[in-house]
């Protein structure tokens, strides 16, 4: 269960009257990476094992699936065994549910570039927005984000959810690389902001294109045109803006000063 009925005391205008309201559930995972801590992440207790795959993968701890041995999860601890026994973190992280994500610093110089020429109609990125952020149990609980992987025919893969929008990131990569999926005939679409977090992730999955119905921020433009990474934000009924790779959304004209 990804939520649970918590008595509250309701107030509309003056009244109060007690009730329940549904609140979604958050959890520790303590992962240890060859014997060693390597992070607690706050997440939602759903697609644990996608979560520490995918985690893995975008922290760039392993290079891909087969680097990993062993995962072994059990309550609210993941145990990994890869391949090299030093890739292990030089310290334990703490990886919030909130909006600061990962505590990964961005070098947008040392990050790789996308490898795609994948391109979209913006029929498809309304449609995968669409489809992305139709959660019931973000209709129950309003305390959900939510991240989808779509391949190049608009088709979703999975969509995930978490408290935090990039922990459900790192599920629709840990599932894509479960799969077998080729990351650069994909792209992501999320519910909250873009951040240089999620631009990060993206580059290091090769993900070529994220969208969502938010905002972006100036660090996040920046990375992502350096690494070639298409932003598409405030997908909104017919509106959007795109804010990088302008390219990869078919029929747009090239800005002005391009």
Do not use: Q
């Amino acid at each position: 269960m990804l939520y649970r009925e918590l008595p509250i005391i309701k107030g509309d205008g003056d009244t109060f009257a007690p009730a329940t309201h549904p609140v979604v559930e958050e959890m520790p995972l303590s992962v240890t990476v060859n014997g060693r801590p390597a992070l607690t992440a706050m997440t939602s207790p759903s697609m644990l094992r996608e979560f520490v795959v995918g985690y893995l993968y975008t922290e760039r701890i392993v290079r891909d699936l087969h680097d990993i041995e062993s995962i072994r999860i059990e309550g609210n601890t993941a145990s990994v065994l890869t391949k090299n026994p030093f890739a292990i973190l030089t310290s334990h992280k703490t990886v919030l549910s909130g909006c600061g994500g990962s505590t990964t610093f961005l070098d947008a110089g040392h990050l790789p570039k996308i490898r795609s020429d994948l391109t979209l109609s913006p029929e498809m990125i309304r449609a995968a927005t669409k489809e992305t952020l139709d959660s019931d149990l973000h209709r129950i609980t309003g305390g959900i984000h939510l991240v989808g992987l779509f391949d190049e025919e608009g088709r979703a893969i999975r969509i995930a959810e978490d408290i935090g929008r990039h922990n459900a990131l790192d599920r629709v990569v840990g599932h894509g690389l479960l799969t077998g999926i080729d990351f650069s005939r994909t792209f992501a679409v999320c519910s909250g902001r873009i951040s240089s977090e999620m631009v990060r992730k993206c580059l290091v999955a090769n993900i070529p294109v994220i969208v969502s119905r938010g905002a972006t921020t100036t660090i996040a433009v920046e990375a992502a045109k350096t690494g070639g990474l298409t932003i598409v934000g405030f997908v909104r009924s017919k509106k959007m803006n795109i804010y990088t790779g302008w390219e990869r959304v078919r029929g747009v004209p090239p800005p002005v000063d391009d």
